[in-house]
C-alpha cells in the first residue's frame, strides 16, 4: 500500500477515534477524503477544511452536505458553508428547530432571493441584509411583517425615510 494512501487512513482513523483530531492536521494532509470523514464525524470540523478543498465547485458542495447531515451539525456550520444553496439546505434543515433571525444571523446573505426569503421569516432579518442587497422592496416587505415594530421602522427610516413617512400617512388617514 502507498505511504500516502497509508497515512491518509491512518489520518481517518485517527477523526473517527476523536473528532477533535483533524483541526491540528497539517493542511497538506487535509485531503478531500479525510476532510470528509472530518465533517461526517464531527460537523464543527467543517471550519478548518482548507479553502483549496471547499472551495473546489463539487468536492466543496459535498463536504458541505455531509457536515449538514452530521449528527451535530447545527446552524454554527452555516458561515463556513461557502455555497449559497447549500447554505440555503442548511436553513431548512435547521429552521424546525432555531429561530429565523438567529439562522440568518449565521447565515451569509449571498444574494437578493436569501434576503427575501430572511425577511419573510423575521421581519428583524432586515438588520442583516448587507447595504448592496438592500432595497426599498425588502424594507416594504419587513414593514409590512406579522412582526414589525417599532425598532424595524426605525431601522426602515435611517435608510428610506420615504417608506416610513408613507406609513404614518396611511395610519392619519385612516
Known amino acids: 500500500m502507498n505511504t500516502h494512501i497509508k497515512k491518509e487512513l491512518q489520518d481517518i482513523l485517527n477523526i473517527i477515534d476523536d473528532g477533535d483530531n483533524f ?3 497539517p493542511d ?3 485531503t478531500v477524503a479525510v476532510s470528509l470523514a472530518a465533517v461526517i464525524a464531527h460537523a464543527p470540523n467543517l471550519e478548518y477544511v482548507p479553502e ?3 472551495s473546489k465547485e463539487f468536492e466543496g458542495r459535498e463536504i458541505c452536505r455531509a457536515a449538514l447531515a ?3 451539525a447545527d446552524c454554527r456550520i452555516l458561515p463556513h458553508i461557502p ?3 447549500v447554505q440555503k439546505e442548511g436553513i431548512q434543515r435547521f429552521s424546525a428547530t432555531t429561530e429565523p433571525f438567529i439562522l440568518y444571523s449565521f447565515a451569509d446573505m449571498q444574494n437578493a432571493t436569501m434576503a427575501q426569503e430572511a425577511v419573510k421569516a423575521d421581519a428583524y432579518c432586515i438588520q442583516l441584509i448587507p447595504d448592496n442587497l438592500l432595497t426599498k422592496d425588502l424594507c416594504k416587505a419587513a414593514l409590512q411583517s406579522h412582526n414589525a415594530d417599532e425598532k424595524i421602522s426605525n431601522f ?3 435608510r428610506f425615510p420615504e417608506l416610513t413617512a ?3 400617512q396611511k395610519k392619519i388617514k385612516m
Open 166 to 168: 408613507e406609513k404614518r
Open 156 to 158: 426602515v427610516s435611517e
Open 52 to 54: 483549496n478543498i471547499i
Open 83 to 85: 455555497f449559497s444553496d
Open 28 to 30: 497538506y494532509r487535509k
Open 70 to 72: 452530521a449528527k451535530d
Open 23 to 25: 483541526r491540528s492536521l
